[in-house]
């Protein structure tokens, strides 16, 4: 049965993304042609509407290519909702989703999606689910329907869940033999404790407690209308989807009570400095890392203009000293990640074994400089340009404008952020950048976490504090 | 060019609703300077896509300066004698985009994407570093250290090391332009001269051995006309002649193990040579690539993954680039963790099975059909971005001389027949066609470090 809509359709403009901040010049040579006037992003249309079991839908009707984005996402659904002795399951429940419903089995599936031209994924974040969904333009409803059936009624058949499980241990040993995988995973529990926000990564245990029977308990808890939000863009008219969002979704109905939000992370944590042995290692794999800020927090815009300035894209001064001055690392980077409770902030870079010591003295000392030294204004313009203007970037594409939109509502930022962001930018000025250098980038207050060749490195560390090699 | 007409005229109607139809608008102009300039306008979203595709790559790199071409790429961002180390990048960041750079063995790109604000900005930047260089000594060993830190970072201290696309080719090839590391050796990059860069800047980044690509929102008239403004006044500069690197299909199969010290789950990359750019063979050949390993509905993956259980997953290469994007011997690779319970030999055979299948009956024709539904998608998906676009244009024209070839391969992959899929099975993907590096751990040394480029670089 068929259930009317509740709300009428509201337009809400998500306003203009104006790019202007200011002139930028940076042309020291005579005839380089200065950057032309700013122009000004149409306003995106969405078209919002909450159905009557609570679930959001945003329409974003698009002229683009011919082909329609679905993104549902399902707060409350992610790692943070994985119990201690379970990390990573959120990331199982995901890869599970599309291994076979009450209507088809994991190959059907898959071929049915490969039949529309498109493809159905799912990944866990800290805070929620995303079932992502694409397809040609013309096969826009039964993506729906697909995407309807994978949400609301995957079957975890045994055989696929024991195959998933052996895979996933396998995958796991692959992971653990990159050092990335593990100074991350070392990282996240020393930012966040026992907090879920560092539940990222599984564990050989938590794989193996993982059943069929589990997972279908985990589904019914985490999956519900309402608190979840369906974004559909592409070459479609709103009425369109919501008829078709309306059948696929509207007799959907929650379970029990709703999850309750997990609690704030701990705003400081002590500095931990650990060295993680891998024997034969050609480079050093270093991290710094501290709590960070929620999104909803008025630091969230100076913050991540500061994680730019300080290592946020090439020109940042992290990456412009240690690999275009110092020539030690392909790349380095520093900054903010914000979610709904809390946040990180984390940094790093590898370097070859004999810079390891040198690299993180830069870290150190610019980190430092952020947060004691205003930042001069040619710098800041440029910093300012270059965030309004990869945001604009990171929109033009459908599938990036509604990622950007379902991440913003998933970290509790407002539906009207992304036109606010630009002018809230223009604000900011140097002294708030150095403020939020001086709380967030602390050299005194991050961790330490080195993965790499005890032999060569360990030495060069001793300057940074005592480090201990955690046994497994 | 050569081959294609005998398919367009036997056109198929599309598999997809006339609804899903996109053609992009394409012009091109070439300058007296023999720069080929390629527009295509799009005024959804004020930002442009802009690509120069230099038409060298690594199988042109000079003998005993393995990895070179590279190393030139990295340089051609530390400045010019009007746009010192440093500007090229803070003027990208400044304009609000981001720039990159890719080699490739038959082309070298470079990308950016800004706000339409900074398109002629960058016009002028990538005008003034097709000039000239700063050719300075101080750079050239900065970004020596940087691409040793990349060759670590994504080679010696990372489990398999990239031999799917280093290792294959080496096994896989004879000629030193097809098999040598594009990476390059420490040594090689080392022996790198300030006279090494000048020449290949003479030789092969002049305007006629470029295409210059812009995509977004500009009208073909201004693109046009701004790329004479910066661009016509550069002189054409001579060319050395091509080698002949061209090789045939290999008749006897190639087998090879390897140690990995970093490696914890054995791995295998099972590669085949493709049908040459432009040949009646490539469109399908592109479809068999997709129905083998074109994600969870695939051959490979239900018959290796799911079925025998013996695979982790299944990933398909083309060499570097892409079934569309090469102009010599290629790869058509097949890379897979396997389990530790099984072994190589069991996970060719699977897939010599798997490919035998089609050779012999053709592909299930529902499959067929899904495949090609889903590469018409994935090419127009690849097309949305606005540098992405610019890019595979400027990619398309210079290795067929022709960026309307993006207008017509989804034709081409639309008028793919069964049995056009068996025949290039049975002809391109026979056993005998094979070069296979099985990957196996090697239990880490207890005290010394065993250097770990010896599993990278057997």
Request: aromatic share 8%; with cysteine.
């Amino acid at each position: 049965m068929k259930r009317p809509l509740t709300s009428s359709a509201l337009c809400a403009a998500v306003a203009v993304l104006a790019l202007a901040t200011g002139p930028a010049r940076a042309a020291p040579a005579s005839d380089m042609p200065p950057f032309g006037a700013d122009k000004p992003l149409p306003p995106l249309k969405v078209v919002r509407q909450t159905l009557p079991n609570g679930l959001q839908l945003w329409v974003l009707p698009r002229n683009g290519p011919p082909r329609v984005d679905a993104l549902l996402v399902l707060r409350g659904a992610g790692n943070a909702a994985d119990a201690a002795d379970r990390p990573g399951q959120a990331g199982l429940l995901a890869e599970m989703l599309s291994e076979g419903t009450q209507q088809r089995d994991a190959r059907a599936l898959a071929e049915a999606v490969q039949a529309l031209g498109g493809n159905l994924g799912a990944a866990a974040a800290a805070d929620g689910m995303l079932l992502s969904a694409n397809a040609l333009a013309s096969k826009a409803e039964a993506l729906l329907k697909l995407l309807a059936e994978v949400a609301r009624q995957p079957s975890f058949p045994e055989k696929e869940v024991a195959l998933v499980r052996e895979n996933a241990l396998q995958s796991l040993k692959a992971a653990q033999a990159t050092p990335g995988f593990r100074a991350d995973g070392a990282l996240q529990r020393a930012i966040f404790g026992d907090h879920p926000y560092g539940r990222t990564q599984p564990t050989e245990a938590s794989i193996n407690a993982t059943t069929a029977e589990g997972l279908r308990a985990e589904h019914a808890r985490r999956f519900r209308p309402d608190r979840a939000l369906l974004i559909v863009a592409g070459r479609v008219t709103p009425a369109q989807v919501q008829g078709w969002v309306r059948a696929a979704f509207g007799d959907w109905k929650a379970q029990g009570d709703a999850l309750p939000e997990p609690p704030a992370p701990a705003a400081s944590a002590t500095p931990q400095r650990l060295l993680l042995e891998r024997p034969g290692s050609v480079q050093a794999t270093v991290r710094l890392g501290r709590p960070g800020a929620p999104a909803r927090t008025p630091d969230y815009v100076a913050l991540r203009l500061a994680s730019t300035v300080l290592g946020g894209g090439f020109t940042s001064r992290i990456n412009l000293n240690l690999r275009e001055e110092k020539g030690y690392t392909y790349g380095a980077s520093a900054g903010a990640r914000s979610f709904r409770q809390g946040g990180s902030i984390v940094g790093g870079a590898d370097v070859r074994n004999e810079v390891t010591g040198a690299a993180l003295q830069e870290f150190v000392a610019e980190y430092r400089r952020i947060g004691s030294e205003l930042v001069p204004a040619d710098e800041l313009t440029l910093n300012k340009r270059y965030l309004a203007g990869t945001t604009l970037l990171g929109i033009q594409q459908q599938a990036g404008l509604v990622g950007t939109l379902a991440r913003n509502w998933l970290i509790g930022l407002p539906p009207g952020f992304l036109g606010e962001f630009v002018p809230r930018l223009q604000r900011v000025g140097a002294e708030q950048v150095r403020a939020m250098g001086a709380k967030y980038f602390a050299p005194e207050t991050q961790s330490i976490v080195v993965v790499g060749d005890k032999a060569a490195v360990a030495e060069q560390l001793k300057a940074f504090g005592d480090f201990v090699t955690p046994t497994k | 060019m050569r081959f294609f007409s005998l398919i367009l005229s036997a056109l198929l109607p599309l598999a997809a609703a006339a609804a899903d139809d996109w053609p992009i608008p394409i012009e091109v102009r070439k300058l007296d300077n023999g720069l080929t300039v390629v527009v295509s306008p799009d005024r959804s979203a004020p930002v442009v896509g802009v690509s120069l595709v230099y038409h060298v790559g690594m199988r042109l790199e000079p003998r005993g300066r393995t990895g070179f071409a590279h190393l030139f790429e990295h340089l051609m961002f530390q400045g010019t004698p009007k746009a010192p180390k440093g500007v090229f990048d803070k003027v990208t960041s400044g304009a609000g985009g981001w720039n990159n750079g890719s080699t490739r063995p038959d082309f070298t790109n470079y990308i950016e994407a800004v706000p339409v604000a900074g398109l002629e900005t960058m016009l002028w930047l990538e005008a003034d570093r097709m000039k000239t260089l700063d050719f300075n000594p101080e750079t050239l060993k900065n970004q020596q250290d940087v691409v040793k830190e990349e060759i670590r970072v994504n080679v010696k201290n990372s489990p398999y090391g990239g031999f799917m696309w280093i290792d294959i080719n080496q096994l896989a090839f004879d000629k030193w332009e097809n098999n040598h590391d594009g990476y390059g050796s420490f040594e090689d990059l080392d022996r790198a001269s300030l006279d090494d860069v000048r020449s290949f800047h003479r030789d092969f980044y002049g305007p006629n051995n470029a295409v210059l690509s812009i995509a977004g929102d500009v009208t073909p008239a201004r693109a046009f006309a701004l790329a004479q403004k910066y661009f016509g006044g550069i002189p054409k500069r001579a060319v050395p002649p091509r080698t002949d690197f061209s090789e045939a299909l290999l008749e006897t199969p190639r087998r090879l193990t390897q140690p990995d010290a970093l490696a914890q789950v054995p791995a295998l990359a099972a590669g085949w040579r493709m049908p040459d750019r432009g040949s009646p063979d490539q469109a399908p050949m592109a479809v068999l690539g997709e129905l083998l390993t074109g994600g969870n509905a695939s051959t490979l993956y239900q018959g290796l993954v799911k079925g025998r259980e013996i695979a982790l997953g299944i990933e398909g290469l083309y060499g570097l680039t892409s079934p569309w994007e090469y102009a010599g011997p290629t790869l058509f690779t097949v890379f897979a963790m396997y389990k530790p319970n099984s072994n190589a030999d069991a996970v060719l055979a699977a897939m010599d099975e798997e490919i035998a299948k089609i050779a012999k009956a053709g592909p299930d024709t529902a499959a067929l059909q899904r495949v090609k539904t889903r590469m018409l998608a994935d090419w127009y998906n690849g097309l949305e971005g606005f540098v992405e676009r610019a890019d595979t244009l400027a990619r398309l024209q210079t290795l067929w001389g022709d960026a309307g070839v993006a207008r017509r391969i989804p034709q081409w992959i639309a008028a793919v027949s069964a049995a056009d899929v068996q025949r290039v099975a049975a002809r391109y993907l026979a056993p005998q066609r094979r070069a296979a590096i099985d990957r196996q751990p090697q239990p880490a040394a207890p005290i010394a470090p065993p250097a770990a480029a010896s599993g990278a670089k057997p």
